[in-house]
């Protein structure tokens, strides 16, 4: 949700063409067979202006026929909202990959049909699954987030595949090449987590300077969802230096909200320097400028 | 269609529990990777009076967006319509077989959600394709029949697998112990035809005796459907003897539309008695009075 509402903003001020979006699979699940990409599909429907930008995930507009009559179907589905239009996306993708083209190419595909001007790169084609131990047990990061909204008690996070994934192809070099890396403000356990444990990408980031990162907690609150009890859990402060910790050693930059700007300190102590913003991005214009500070003070 | 219309009207007059169906998987497809059993789903739908009536296939009142959707995606979609609740039984019959689950389970397992009394089987769960040389080249089914609607000339029709297909568990008991079996008025080439090809289902209903078939040609013309040109490419006659010598050697009973009474002596020549009966079942009172004069006949 906060990587989707900075990237409205983003693009409003920068050429699409020259924006790489790595975006994590960890989420991706099977729903009645067919392959969900969460992630993928939040960021390619946002770059296509078709998202609906209340909900934070789908198609505007959509509607739930199929869903309803699946119900019939299946006992235990209401919680994952699919809606027809956005399920063409699924099964248009669960078809693909079982032919044996890779989530990478069928990515780029979907981009293409939709109008999606930057290019979406999933951060690997290899299986990738974050899962949490809770207290009601092992759970599949939607099942967690959207099913049980992040309540459970968490034990541990495991990235299952992680290490052996390779990165997908293209990510490495837009790590490399770009002139910046922005860490968009994500959850760094659930959404940004899972990328940093494929090798190739944290060896990438480690060997380049520029990484910045949007923290997602302003004036010691989460914008959204359980982040704030995960750093807790993992006994790190709830402040945008609790989020830089997770991305040592190789973020340099922290992109902290007005309210937080007495946080400089503490992320100096971490290497980090400070740039104050607005972070909240209650609209595309808000985020847009963000952006466009983000822009000039990188270069 | 035919026999859809048929059967609304043999399940007024009949108990659902006492009716077994036998259907055709000859033109099922896979539509977006999506497994589609058309003869299937018209038939289940039709008793669990859910089916669009006025089109011959899927859910009265159902909606499209999916497959708008799907056109951003597929150039070449827009022949087969595939409605939003009815994507839902696709889904869910493509995740139960690719788990391994049978046709003839996943079908029970349809009906019951839907309400179905009567027992659908799939005539096999084994791998049946009709598929059609025509002067366009090789066809499957449902792209002759919908997307060129019938129109190719027809080199030779093959059902492929058929000799090899089991009949699905369950098919030849219900053949051999039921006290009759229909033959619905449906094309003996396309509909009829691919199950009639699997030995198993032959064997069947050659080693019993009160077989009767339901002329879908009705005054010199198929009630719906290429079948007149069909048999005229096999060069039998376009009446209900056309029909009968289709099902040779196994009906011993045609039911044929008042305006054919005179084929009576065409039909004895081939060893079948006559009954005559309305055959174009404009209504399901039509279709109910037939089935009743039917079953007193059979009785």
């Known amino acids: ?29 099977r729903f009645f067979g067919l392959a969900v990409s969460p992630d993928l599909d939040t960021i390619t429907y946002t770059l296509a202006d078709r998202a609906n930008g209340r909900t934070g995930w789908g198609l505007a507009g959509d509607t739930f026929a199929c869903l309803d009559a699946l119900r019939r179907f299946y006992a235990d589905c209401g919680w994952f909202h699919l809606g027809d239009r956005d399920l063409a996306t699924h099964i248009f993708r669960t078809e693909r ?8 190419r069928v990515t780029a595909e979907i981009c293409r049909r939709l109008g999606v001007g930057a290019r979406i790169l999933p951060a690997t084609d290899d299986r990738l699954r974050t899962v949490l131990d ?8 939607q099942d967690y987030l959207v099913r ?4 459970p008690a968490v034990r541990a996070i495991r990235y299952l595949g992680a290490r052996r994934a390779r990165p997908a192809p293209g990510v490495v070099r837009a790590i490399r090449d770009a002139s910046a890396v922005i860490i968009a403000p ?31 907690i302003v004036g010691g609150r989460a914008v959204s969802g359980p982040l704030a009890r995960l750093l807790r859990r993992f006994d790190l ?8 910790a997770c991305y040592r050693p190789f973020v340099d930059t922290m992109v902290v909200d007005r309210r937080d700007r007495g946080e400089r300190g503490a992320l100096a102590a971490l290497g980090c320097r400070t740039i104050v913003s607005d972070t909240v991005f209650i609209s595309p214009d808000r985020a847009a400028r963000t952006a466009r500070q983000l822009m000039a003070a990188i270069a």
Chains 1, 2 share one sequence.
């Open 1 to 29: 949700m906060g990587a989707a509402k900075f990237l409205r903003g983003l693009l409003r001020i920068a050429d699409p063409s020259a924006l790489t979006i790595i975006v994590n699979t960890g989420d991706d699940e």
């Open 97 to 104: 990959l079982a032919r044996g083209v890779r989530l990478s």
């Open 134 to 141: 809770t207290a009601l047990g092992r759970l599949s990061l």
């Open 148 to 151: 049980r909204r992040g309540r």
């Open 186 to 216: 994500s959850n760094p356990f659930l959404s940004i987590g899972p990328m940093l444990r494929i090798p190739g990408i944290r060896r990438a980031l480690t060997a380049r300077r520029g990484v910045v990162a949007i923290s997602p």
């Open 237 to 244: 402060p709830i402040s945008p230096a609790g989020v830089a």
